[in-house]
């Protein structure tokens, strides 16, 4: 069984481990100005995270690629906000990522309670993350439909609900061979 294929197999057996994302929209005022959504109240779905891990190949290798002058000024402007391991290290992003989070358990006053997000799309990502065996780490990541199943959800193939009211695949009813 492939990656991909274990990841179908995974949300077939446990269609609770996947839950939708709330997306919270800024309110409009009466004269059509939006407002900043508040980022000082509780996030909407319910769950707070300590660290947030990019896999920036799904987010700008799509439309740039590593040695251009972009990526360089990129990479440098990146490096005052956040910690930064681009096309320069050695690796591919999700194992460099999962390294840096093993590698937090021997700092000194390092919390076991950490919660961690990771985004990205590569398959892989479930298998690595479960090797690091933290307890609190979740997988962010897009639903990926092929064309005209985009309505469709995954688990069951039906449309008009979300993950935590899927009740699987519909029964299949068997007719009577009389």
Not at 59 to 80: D, N, R, Y
């Amino acid at each position: 069984m492939g990656v991909p294929a274990f990841y179908r197999w995974l949300t077939d057996r446990y269609p609770l481990s996947i839950t939708d994302v709330v997306k919270e929209e800024p309110t409009v005022t009466n004269d059509g100005v939006p407002l900043p959504i508040d980022a000082s109240m509780p996030n909407p779905n319910g769950m707070e995270f300590d660290n947030l891990y990019l896999d920036m190949n799904d987010i700008i290798h799509l439309c740039f690629h590593p040695g251009t002058k972009f990526m360089e000024a990129l990479s440098v402007a990146l490096q005052s906000y956040v910690i930064l391991s681009d096309s320069n290290v050695h690796g591919e992003g999700e194992h460099k990522i999962m390294e840096y989070i093993r590698l937090q358990r021997n700092v000194h006053g390092f919390n076991p309670n950490t919660r961690h997000c990771l985004y990205g799309l590569d398959v892989d990502l479930i298998m690595l993350s479960l090797d690091t065996h933290e307890v609190n780490l979740s997988i962010l990541r897009d639903v990926i439909t092929l064309p005209g199943q985009q309505e469709k959800f995954f688990v069951c193939g039906q449309v008009g609900h979300y993950a935590a009211d899927c009740h699987g695949k519909p029964e299949t009813r068997r007719s009577n061979p009389q």
